[in-house]
């Protein structure tokens, strides 16, 4: 069975940096054709798709937050990590990360419940 | 802004069938790249509907079937049940001289009146 489960902070200060990790299990990311994805969604809106890993640890951005992102991954201990610097209260959203593998086609195949993040001083 | 465009909203009664659009433009659904959906259910993360613009994957009811053509897709659910009131969002792939980026539409609401 396939799962994931995000974690960090639940409340973040402005001008703060947000690590979140992506911890799962049920498929390796050393597997070829493999990918982990970050997804949030601010409350009532859309979804935004942020970075993408790959298990050959090519790395992929949202061209919007680019310069503020930064993923990785630990294929040892089966996690991936985000994180995202200069916080402010726009960031506030539901964080997921999924996983995308290439036999998908590019789709999220299998979700995170996500985890809330709010940026408020 | 989206990059892909979606109605905010769909209603039909149970059993009926409903469509939802989703529009994109030359580089991104019209570039070829493949469209997938998802249903997210009030308070739940979202969940693989179609990818591959019409395949299922396994569990999804044959109730729901995709299509692209040209720069739109489309979802469509037929024999609609008071299960199905979710939102649905698109997702494709988007290139461009500015960049390439994962890209999902606004999103839509179905209601199961």
């Known amino acids: 069975q396939v799962t994931l489960r995000e974690s960090g902070p639940a409340l973040v200060k402005p001008t703060q940096t947000l690590t979140l990790t992506c911890t799962f299990s049920?498929?390796?990311?050393?597997?070829?054709?493999?990918?982990v994805s970050w997804v949030r969604q601010p409350p009532g809106k859309a979804l935004e798709w942020l970075a993408l890993i790959d298990w050959d640890d090519d790395k992929y951005y949202s061209t919007s937050l680019k310069t503020r992102l930064t993923i990785s991954k630990d294929t040892s201990k089966n996690q991936v990590v985000l994180t995202m610097t200069n916080m402010d209260p726009v960031d506030t959203a539901t964080y997921y990360c999924a996983r995308t593998p290439f036999t998908s086609g590019g789709a999220f195949d299998i979700w995170g419940q996500g985890t809330m993040v709010t940026v408020s001083s | 802004q989206s990059v892909l465009t979606q109605p905010p909203s769909v209603s039909g009664a149970p059993g009926q069938r409903v469509t939802i659009s989703c529009t994109g433009s030359s580089s991104n659904i019209g570039a070829g790249y493949d469209v997938h959906w998802y249903q997210q259910l009030p308070g739940t993360a979202p969940k693989l509907l179609i990818y591959?613009?019409?395949n299922r994957p396994s569990g999804v009811p044959d109730r729901f079937s995709g299509s692209k053509s040209g720069t739109s897709a489309s979802l469509a659910i037929t024999g609609l049940q008071a299960e199905d009131e979710a939102d649905y969002y698109c997702q494709s792939y988007d290139s461009s001289l500015s960049g390439s980026n994962v890209v999902f539409g606004g999103g839509t609401k179905l209601t199961v009146l």
């Open positions: 591959g613009n019409s």
């Open positions: 049920g498929f390796s990311l050393s597997t070829s054709g493999m990918c």
